[in-house]
């Protein structure tokens, strides 16, 4: 079992920036490949960014070239780095890991969440 801890959220205006941190406990997270998802409230979870163990990397159309996920396997933490934020970011950032390689912009393919953190950008 892993559990994941989130952090990093807050409140930014539009145009900043902000850095997520994901830290795992109980397992290395090398053995799993990570995402970012979010939900706004009234909306369905969605994917945002997920980074394998090879250090392969993608992201939702929505955040590419803003967004970018990395992971420190000897500190045990993966970011996620977002730039010139949106109001249309505002969500609960969820960490998650992953078993597997592919499918990795699906919720279903990961076994491990972690509890959020809360990401509002005012406009």
């Known amino acids: 079992q892993v559990q994941l801890v989130e952090s990093g959220g807050g409140l930014v205006q539009a145009g900043g920036s902000l850095r997520l941190s994901c830290t795992a406990s109980?397992?290395?997270?090398?053995?799993?490949?990570m995402g970012w998802f979010r939900q706004a409230p009234e909306k369905e979870r969605e994917f945002v960014a997920a980074i394998t163990r090879s250090g392969i990397t993608y992201y939702a159309d929505s955040v590419k070239g803003r967004f970018t996920i990395s992971r420190d396997n000897a500190k045990n933490t993966v970011y996620l780095e977002m730039i010139s934020l949106e109001p249309g970011d505002t969500a609960v950032y969820y960490c998650?890991?992953?078993?597997?390689?592919?499918?990795?912009?699906?919720?279903?393919?990961?076994?491990?969440w972690g509890q959020g953190t809360q990401v509002t950008v005012s406009s």
């Open positions: 109980e397992r290395r997270i090398s053995s799993y490949s």
């Open positions: 998650a890991a992953s078993d597997w390689s592919s499918g990795l912009h699906l919720s279903d393919t990961y076994n491990h």
